[in-house]
Nanobody, 123 residues
Framework: QVQLVESGGGLVQAGGSLRLSCAAS????????MGWFRQAPGKEREFVAR????????YYADSVKGRFTLSRDNAKNMVYLQMTSLKPEDTAVYYC????????????????WGQGTQVTVSS
């Protein structure tokens, strides 16, 4: 079982940057694919990015490609989502999640979830 705790959310002006962190428990962290999803008010939760077990492969939603960077530190059981050039439409609760198989952007394929961290981008 994996427990995930997100941090780093907050209020930022448009064009600004934030770095979200996700701390994972468990000795087999490096066997999990890690992903980030987000849910804006009144909208369904959507995929943001995922990273492979080793960190060598990443995949991003078109809406964040070129602005967000996902990385992981397996020695520290940490995942980081660096967000730059933030836009008001990036406002959402951001969730960290883990999966055992790489390649999916579907929520149902992610087994464990954090509680979420709020990101608010003002215009």
């Amino acid at each position: 079982q994996v427990q995930l705790v997100e941090s780093g959310g907050g209020l930022v002006q448009a064009g600004g940057s934030l770095r979200l962190s996700c701390a994972a428990s468990g000795r087999t962290f490096n066997s999990y694919v890690m992903g980030w999803f987000r849910q804006a008010p009144g909208k369904e939760r959507e995929f943001v990015a995922r990273i492979s077990w080793s960190g060598s492969i990443t995949y991003y939603a078109d809406s964040v490609k070129g602005r967000f960077t996902l990385s992981r530190d397996n020695a520290k059981n940490m995942v980081y989502l660096q967000m730059t050039s933030l836009k008001p439409e990036d406002t959402a609760v951001y969730y960290c999640a883990s999966a055992s198989m790489y390649g999916s952007s579907r929520q149902d394929d992610f087994d464990y979830w954090g509680q979420g961290t709020q990101v608010t981008v003002s215009s």
